[in-house]
């Protein structure tokens, strides 16, 4: 059982990680936020479809979600609330420096999406704005 353990401590670190509230999750995966919340209190599990959604969501794959825990990860990282280290990422194999997996807020995973959309002349635009601000030293 200490997977699901995991899984429920897990849900709740990366819920609150993400900066999304019960009620967001419980929209995504079509149930009612009380039915969300005994997942992040173990008194249920989620369906194989639920874990496979929730895994795509915070791009972590199952076995992660089920067997890390991810609480007891880097505190400083956890304190910033972006970066988990050495967890690889979804779908990757990959090591060191590579497995670094980047949580996003949900105000950063806006930002992302709408960058992807906006025709390629408005995106290089924006990059080219943004190296103002991220200049190297």
Request: net charge negative; hydrophobic share 40%.
């Amino acid at each position: 059982m200490a997977g699901i353990n995991h899984l429920a401590t897990n849900l709740k670190f990366l819920r609150t990680m993400t900066g999304r509230t019960q009620d967001d999750l419980a929209a995504c995966l079509s149930i009612s936020r009380q039915a969300y919340s005994h997942y992040e209190t173990s008194k249920r599990t989620p369906d194989l479809d639920a874990l496979l959604c929730l895994s795509d969501l915070y791009h972590v794959s199952v076995d992660v979600l089920l067997g890390v825990d991810l609480t007891a990860r880097s505190a400083e990282s956890a304190a910033k609330g972006m970066v988990m280290e050495d967890i690889p990422s979804y779908g990757a194999k990959a090591s060191g420096e590579e497995a670094r997996l980047f949580l996003l807020t949900k105000e950063e995973a806006e930002f992302i999406t709408k960058l992807r959309v906006l025709p390629s002349s408005e995106r290089e635009r924006l990059l080219a704005l943004s190296g103002i601000f991220f200049k190297n030293p």
